[in-house]
T-cell receptor, first 110, second 114 residues
Framework: QQNVQQSPESLIVPEGARTSLNCTFS?????YFWWYRQHSGKAPKALM?????GEKEEGRFTIHLNKASLHFSLHIRDSQPSDSALYLC??????????FGTGTSLLVDP | AQTIHQWPVAEIKAVGSPLSLGCTIK??????LYWYWQATGGTLQQLFY??????VESVVQLNLSASRPKDDQFILSTEKLLLSHSGFYLC?????????????FGPGTRLLVL
């Protein structure tokens, strides 16, 4: 049974700061990894995905994946108030089951 | 462009009453479809998925059932609601064989059971 945990649970950062969010998973057979962002009252939207060890950058967002450590992370450069949201990581082995993490609530203080 | 629609937008229902929530997706042929549930302040939990008409796989047992009567339609239902069914129900779609395909969510239905 996959167990996906996120840290920290919540975070307040000043505008312009670099923000780091963490996700650990329990199943070493996990192969595919996503970060989703959910603004208050809205549906989650996929931010980025990564499928092999290393780093992937898209604009202000960077994902790091280390499968051996069962860990991946999301880094936000130059955080903006519009980045304030619930961030959810998600993990999949094969097939159609996607397991989401416990979530990190981010508030960017202008 | 694909569009995903969920109905109703919100519901207030009594404990013990039946429920039917719907999801339709337009603009994609033979999508994979999913139902998720999110308790207030809670994480997103996958309930069901369907890769083809008439076939639905259950992921979590929550006294709910799902059906896929048409290629573009996914229905979530129960005959008897519990207080614990309150939350945010989200339909999602993807294309592919379940590996690298990203799941995209509909706007969701808010359910309050009293």
């Amino acid at each position: 049974q996959q167990n996906v945990q996120q840290s920290p649970e919540s975070l307040i950062v000043p505008e312009g700061a670099r923000t780091s969010l963490n996700c650990t998973f329990s199943d070493s057979a996990s192969q595919y990894f996503w970060w989703y962002r959910q603004h208050s009252g809205k549906a989650p939207k996929a931010l980025m995905s990564i499928f092999s060890n290393g780093e992937k950058e898209e604009g202000r967002f960077t994902i790091h994946l280390n499968k051996a450590s069962l860990h991946f992370s999301l880094h936000i450069r130059d955080s903006q108030p519009s980045d304030s949201a619930l961030y959810l990581c998600a993990v999949r082995n094969m097939g159609y089951k996607l397991t989401f993490g416990t979530g990190t609530s981010l508030l960017v203080d202008p | 462009a694909q569009t995903i629609h969920q109905w109703p937008v919100a519901e207030i229902k009594a404990v013990g009453s039946p429920l039917s929530l719907g999801c339709t997706i337009k603009g994609k042929s033979s999508p994979n479809l999913y139902w998720y549930w999110q308790a207030t302040g809670g994480t997103l939990q996958q309930l069901f998925y369907s890769i083809t008409v008439g076939q639905v796989e259950s992921v979590v047992q929550l006294n709910l059932s799902a059906s896929r009567p048409k290629d573009d339609q996914f229905i979530l239902s129960t005959e008897k609601l519990l207080l614990s069914h309150s939350g945010f129900y989200l339909c999602a779609w993807s294309l592919g064989t379940g590996g690298r395909d990203t799941q995209y969510f509909g706007p969701g239905t808010r359910l309050l059971v009293l």
